[in-house]
């Protein structure tokens, strides 16, 4: 369930990929199948990398087009991507990169709704302004680091389960039975798997001494692709709460403090303090 | 449910935008209080919004502080976020707000690996650039976009939950109640209820005449909120998956078929064509 879980988010990491240079950039099938295949021969080599190539070349034998092109953009699915969210949020690890995935296939079937909405809702004008070429190489960046992101998010989701349920898994052997061959198996799950020899107990391969450099290198990558996606009106929320998971997990300090104030507020749900121990309740006032 | 699941999407948005103007913008307790009162007059005024201006002024009766630095920024849930998100992926409906605001809760409450994370992973020196007062427009109308698009999250949930279960539900009197009073009242609800009134069995309120120019007036600033909050390397999730939801259901074409190419080629689970009805299975070769 959490290998089909990652499989998804990294599908709807690639499928953006694919987005932004097709209708981002305007770049052809065999320009994509040009870029794919070079992701494929460095760090972002891996099964579906070799595939989604593969993709671009594939004639239809019903037309002269390419075959990508007369396939509905509606994606089904089998429900696995499902039960990985499903789990993540009872366990309450949070896997947002596998969500969005399943909520992104969920859309994609409301063609009838999307067709009817494109007349309605205009968005910017689909015109990238930059360098292409170095667009295409922040992009590669901006994929690597997310699936560095979403590996850590399963990677979390199968040891909380493992503590939760008692399953005793050896992370190391997970990520070298996936290594030996399923549709997830890539060149990164030898870093993963060496991570985990290093340190059995790791609790996030975010902070991983050597993935944590890999991430930081190509943060700013990830940032500009999402920002561009933004800008662009190009939806990517894989890539985007990739980005907002690193940004969250790294972050000392965040807001929830409001929240737990809002509660406190309107339901007296209580909070805790920063500097004592208990829970707490005040009789919010206006001013 | 789908009410608590959309008060989870709201306070994860109004909690994005107060990270933003402390942690990026630099405001004082006192400057949040009047940006958020100022909110309240206006488009945004709702329960919400006044409590939150609120917050900010109350003092500490432990410290000399205001009481909002004093709690402790992990926040918990009783749950209801997260049936709200399950239900809605189990509908196949896609309440991403929804389910991004329950995460953020779920992050939160891993304050010490944050804290140990924060010591290993830089990220950009959080240096805003830019005229800060227009930026705190900008911080508004993204909001108010990031609000609307929410709140068709659920009523889409909410829509399809009663034509499964056959609950015959009114969605204006259902805006009317909660119009009257609960934790999400607010003056949106007013034009939310004009709407299914004009039209009982409107779709998604994203394409209501009204609502759809309120949003699009208010795209480009909702892009560059997410684009600024990208570059600072503050989290916001909730309004980076508003505007993703916004984008994705504004667009007749998606990359799903290359998702379903993907799912053809590993496990020959067929694809639908473009060009006429059916289901077919190709023999993916290498070139």
Tied chains: 1, 2.
Excluded at 26 to 52: C, H, K, P
Excluded at 140 to 159: P, V
Aim: proline share 3%; glycine share 8%.
């Amino acid at each position: 369930m959490v290998h089909n879980g990652i499989e998804y988010g990294l599908m709807e990491l690639i499928a953006e990929t694919y987005d932004l240079m097709k209708r981002g950039l305007g770049l052809t099938d065999d320009e994509l199948y040009t870029v794919y295949d070079q992701w494929n021969r460095a760090e972002l080599n891996s099964y579906l990398m070799e595939i989604t190539a593969n993709i671009f070349l594939q004639p239809d034998n019903k037309t002269d087009k390419r075959l990508i092109n007369a396939i509905l953009d509606q994606a089904k699915q089998k429900g696995t991507g499902k039960w990985a969210s499903w789990d993540a949020m009872d366990l309450q690890v949070g896997t947002p990169t596998i969500d969005v995935a399943v909520i992104a296939r969920d859309l994609s079937g409301y063609k009838a709704e999307r067709k009817a909405a494109n007349k309605v809702l205009r968005g910017p004008k689909i015109t990238f302004r930059g360098d292409r070429k170095a667009f295409i190489g922040q992009l590669k960046n901006a994929l690597y680091a997310a699936t560095i992101i979403t590996y850590a998010q399963g990677m979390a989701l199968l040891k909380q389960a493992s503590n939760t349920y008692g399953y005793g898994l050896n992370m190391e052997a997970v990520a070298r039975i996936w290594r030996g061959g399923c549709i997830i198996r890539a060149a990164l799950l030898e870093d993963i798997k060496m991570s985990y020899q290093k340190q059995p107990e790791l609790v996030n391969l975010l902070v991983d001494p050597h993935l944590s450099k890999e991430l930081m290198a190509r943060q700013g990558d990830l940032r500009e692709v999402v920002s561009v996606s933004a800008n662009l009106g190009l939806s990517a929320p894989g890539l985007m709460v990739s980005l907002a998971y690193f940004d969250t997990y790294r972050s000392a300090w965040l807001p929830a403090n409001l929240t737990q104030a809002q509660r406190d507020y309107f339901g007296a749900h209580t909070y805790e303090r920063v500097d004592q121990k208990g829970v707490f309740h005040t009789e919010w006032g206006s001013p």
